[in-house]
């Protein structure tokens, strides 16, 4: 019985039913049966021993393409269990997975790991990648795997066995005498994993992340094809590090956490300029493409999220209180109804359809872009608050999009061209695009996701633009589009979403009244470009290592005296920048210049005009700029007028003739 199997150039070859892609590659070719690590069989990767059991399509994976990267990174996640077991046997193997630019593994250990450890357990997976032990798959009975892994001690296999769906089969992966529990797939052997590997950190975590549960142990490692991109790699972590946020933060003193208000920022006055530059510049970008503004409480009744889905899958993030009223008796405040509660809104959706039902609506009132600059609660865990990255307080850049279904296409290039826009002018151009689809879990019917999976995927492919599909990482209401953009050191964040959602109207009672008098429910479109306030601005200062584009720097320049009888002259010029709209400040310290100029430099003030007795005497200045070497001398008015013409926010500058 023979099988057709179509390879990318379009030939179609016939083999014996079972044949496996091994068999198939080394038909070819000896060197290319020596770099193919797994295959991709009708588009799903799988493990290159799988048998082909039926007509297909056959696509080689290599170990240096985005796919065999992934597989290194998910086979050496296996070499850290097995080298963690060696080292230390009655320590228990939880899940590790395969995360953005590395992986990591949990384990179940009396003492926690250590730093120091890491280069002993570095060193035994060195030996395991040696040994080159072949990845081989079998198929075990559910019993049979629960009885196996409770008999090793292995408890949290046994639960992740019984976590599998009915329907799926158990996979045990085994890499010589040491297996695993996995889906696969895996590459040849141990040996595909290579040597350019390195474990992270350590830190601990809730087994499936539920703080009820037992604390684990997490290793943290990352793995590339090559050893430069490892040291690559390592180099942008030194230099991230060097360009923490946090640290510019208190060195600038642009913001401060402290534990009494905990993942919420307090922005001192030179912060609070650039968080109100941001807000400013957004809003007019808004403006300009026909948005309204709106504000909406922040304490809501919480059936607003039992109806919207949210509180079933969010609760555990959110703030709630109880909605009380004064009681006579000595008892206290009551519940005002049974179970009456009030939450701090972790999202402004369901504020927003509240506005947008109040009156009715017309097809010709469509579409309606509601923003608001919405103050956001989430209780995030501690482990998992990171600055201004990720807090309990955040304010979005939020909109929601209320349109016909035939307007779907037009709103999201019309939201693709203002998000490219917007990154642009904050310097960032490198950007790519994921459209999520369904998860797992969601609500709808499977009708509702395939009309609102294709929807978004037209109108993103009528845009022209390049995109990858990530399945399973859309929201629970509805698929969404994610843009990622790169830093200055090659860094990846994912900031801007735009979610297409028909779910949401239905369960709020969201409707417009259609052309032939029918009571019609609106697409919804939400969609954020910098995600939040604080995350953008904490990313920015990342990338630009607290320097800031000269529009957002809190301080724009610095006049800065040589001697006293140039005071005068200064204080004059200070207020011509600051009536220009300039943010300037004056140093009349008595203190020698080239310390003004290398404090100055360390604060990220883009701009010193230096003035001494000549310059009071010519009306001119000496003007040094961040970064460079030496010193312009201009007259004060040319200076003057060229800074403010630079400090021009992007969107405000005249467009080029």
């Known amino acids: 019985m023979t099988i057709k199997v179509t390879f990318p150039d ?11 892609g091994t068999t198939v590659v080394e038909g070819i070719s000896p060197s290319l049966a020596k770099k193919t690590v797994a ?135 085994r890499q010589g005498q040491w297996f695993d529990l996995c889906r696969g797939p895996h590459m040849r052997s141990t040996r595909d994993v290579g040597t350019a590997f390195k474990l992270t950190k350590v830190a601990g975590a809730y087994w499936r992340g539920d703080s009820r549960n ?20 390592l180099t942008m972590l030194e230099e991230a590090e060097k360009r923490d946020h946090r640290k510019i933060g208190r060195d600038l ?46 304490l809501m009744n919480a059936k607003f999220w039992v109806a919207s889905g949210h509180w079933g899958k969010y609760r555990e993030n959110m703030f709630v209180v109880p909605d009380e009223v004064p009681n006579t008796d000595e008892d206290g405040p009551v519940l005002k109804g049974e179970g009456e509660y009030m939450a701090l809104k972790p999202m402004n959706c369901p504020a927003h359809i509240q506005i947008f039902k109040q009156g009715i609506k017309s097809y010709r009132d469509l579409p309606v872009r509601m923003a608001e600059f919405g103050c956001c609660h989430r209780n995030e865990a501690h482990g998992a608050r990171h600055g ?62 395939d009309f609102v999976e294709k929807a978004l995927g037209d109108a993103l492919r009528a845009t022209g633009r390049d995109f990858q599909v990530a399945p399973g990482d859309g929201a629970f209401y509805g698929p969404k589009l994610e843009f990622h953009l790169k830093d200055a050191i090659g860094r990846s964040w994912q900031l801007g979403t735009l979610q297409l959602d028909a779910l949401l109207p239905e369960r709020l009672d969201a409707a417009y009244i259609a052309e032939d008098g ?113 010193q312009k001398v201009l007259p004060a008015t040319d200076a003057v007028v060229q800074l403010m013409a630079e400090a021009v926010p992007p969107d405000l500058k005249p467009a080029a003739a």
């Open 518 to 630: 029918s009571r019609q429910r609106p697409i919804m479109l939400h969609r954020a470009i910098l995600g939040s306030l604080e995350r953008f601005i904490g990313m920015m200062l990342e990338s630009y290592a607290g320097r800031m584009p000269l529009w957002l720097a809190p301080v724009q320049v610095v006049v800065a005296t040589i001697v006293s009888e140039a005071d005068d002259y200064a204080q004059k010029l200070v207020a011509r920048l600051k009536a220009g709209g300039i943010r300037a400040e004056l140093d009349a310290r008595n203190e020698k210049i080239n310390y003004k100029v290398r404090e100055h430099s360390v604060q990220k003030v883009p701009m010193l005009f230096v003035v001494g007795k000549r310059e009071a005497e010519e009306g001119t200045v000496s003007v040094r700029r961040l970064g460079t070497e030496g």
């Open 10 to 20: 379009g030939a179609v070859r016939d083999y014996a039913r079972g044949t496996t």
């Open 253 to 298: 003193d642009l913001f401060h956490l402290q534990e009494e208000a905990q993942g919420s920022v307090f922005w001192h006055p030179r912060g609070f300029v650039i968080y109100n530059q941001m807000e400013a510049y957004i809003r007019r970008r808004l403006n300009q493409s026909g948005y309204v503004e709106v504000k909406t409480p922040q």
């Open 39 to 173: 295959m991709k069989w009708n588009g799903v990767l799988s493990d290159l021993a799988d048998p082909l059991g039926e007509d297909g399509a056959i696509e080689f994976v290599f170990r240096d393409s985005p796919d065999g990267l992934g597989l290194i990174r998910h086979d050496a996640a296996h070499v850290l269990a097995e080298a963690v077991q060696e080292l230390w046997p009655t320590t228990q193997v939880t899940i590790g997975p395969v995360i953005e630019n590395g992986f990591y593994y949990d384990f179940k250990r009396e003492t926690p790991f250590s730093e120091d450890e890491l280069r002993l357990i570095e060193k035994k997976m060195a030996e395991i990648v040696a040994r080159g032990a072949a990845f081989t798959k079998e198929v075990w009975s559910r019993d049979e795997a629960k009885r196996v892994f409770a008999t090793r001690g292995e408890t949290f296999k046994v639960e992740l066995v019984d976590a599998i769906p009915a329907d799926q089969s158990i996979k045990i992966y």
């Open 214 to 233: 037992p604390v684990l142990s997490r290793l943290y490692g990352t793995a590339f094809a090559t050893q430069k991109e490892l040291e690559d790699y």
């Open 388 to 449: 201004l990255m990720r807090g309990r307080q955040r304010t979005q850049d939020d909109a929601h999009i209320f349109c016909r279904p035939d307007q779907v296409q037009q709103e999201t290039e019309a939201f693709c061209n203002l998000l490219d826009q917007v990154y642009t002018d904050m310097g960032f151009t490198d950007v790519s695009i994921r459209l999520a689809t369904r998860p797992a879990q969601r609500g709808g019917t499977e009708q509702m996701w």
